[in-house]
T-cell receptor, first 115, second 113 residues
Framework: EAGVVQSPRYKIIEKKQPVAFWCNPI?????LYWYLQNLGQGPELLIR????????DSQLPKDRFSAERLKGVDSTLKIQPAELGDSAVYLC?????????????FGPGTRLTVT | AQTVTQSQPEMSVQEAETVTLSCTYD???????LFWYKQPPSRQMILVIR??????QNATENRFSVNFQKAAKSFSLKISDSQLGDTAMYFC??????????FGGGTRLMVKP
């Protein structure tokens, strides 16, 4: 069984430029998560999808961040414009159902460097 | 809001020895789930072990076991017979059913040959 796929693995951009991250969850996983992980810290939830619906996006900085999950499968997270403080690892995870009840499977992440 | 605290930023252990990683959490809920995740240098997070709060018996997975103290809100991870491949960041995490995972700040474990 293929795991959670993320691309790109690494991205370097200049500040004020846009950037997008892509995630393909495990087949059959209805719930998809985007996390932000700063260096040396634990992941923090940005947004959670149940199928194509964003059910928890309270931590997403909506002035510059946006996300979508078309057809309830793949998801894209976008930052426009990027700031220096956005440098971090962006993790995608998926699960069969309810968070906590069901195991979350994580992708390898995208390491973003904003210069 | 729930908080998860890992008080040991770094730990080291000799190969084949036993090490215990600490985690405390704060919640007013009675039913919840606790997890330990491992994040090797390759960065992919892997679930190590999971505990349901309503279960009194401590969870075990091969060399990994937990000491769950509900009244004290403590959830420590014991790694027995440590192996070089256990070198990683370890994150304690908390979740109410149907809610998001809240992670601690992590403990960097180094297993020395």
């Amino acid at each position: 069984e293929a795991g959670v796929v993320q691309s790109p693995r690494y991205k370097i951009i200049e500040k004020k430029q846009p950037v997008a991250f892509w995630c393909n969850p495990i087949s059959g996983h209805n719930t998809l998560y985007w996390y932000l992980q700063n260096l040396g810290q634990g992941p923090e939830l940005l947004i959670r999808y149940e199928n194509e619906e964003a059910v928890d996006d309270s931590q997403l900085p909506k002035d510059r961040f946006s996300a979508e999950r078309l057809k309830g499968v793949d998801s894209t997270l976008k930052i426009q414009p990027a700031e220096l403080g956005d440098s971090a690892v962006y993790l995608c995870a998926s699960s069969v159902g309810l968070a906590g009840v069901h195991e979350q499977y994580f992708g390898p992440g995208t390491r973003l460097t904003v210069t | 809001a729930q908080t998860v605290t890992q008080s040991q930023p770094e730990m080291s252990v000799q190969e084949a020895e036993t090490v215990t990683l600490s985690c405390t959490y704060d919640t007013s809920e009675n039913n919840y789930y606790l997890f330990w995740y491992k994040q090797p240098p390759s960065r992919q997070m892997i679930l190590v072990i999971r505990q349901e709060a309503y279960k009194q018996q401590n969870a075990t997975e091969n060399r990994f076991s937990v000491n769950f103290q509900k009244a004290a809100k403590s959830f420590s991870l014991k790694i027995s017979d440590s192996q070089l491949g256990d070198t990683a960041m370890y994150f304690c995490a908390f979740s109410e059913a149907g809610n998001m995972l809240t992670f601690g700040g992590g403990t960097r474990l180094m297993v020395k040959p």
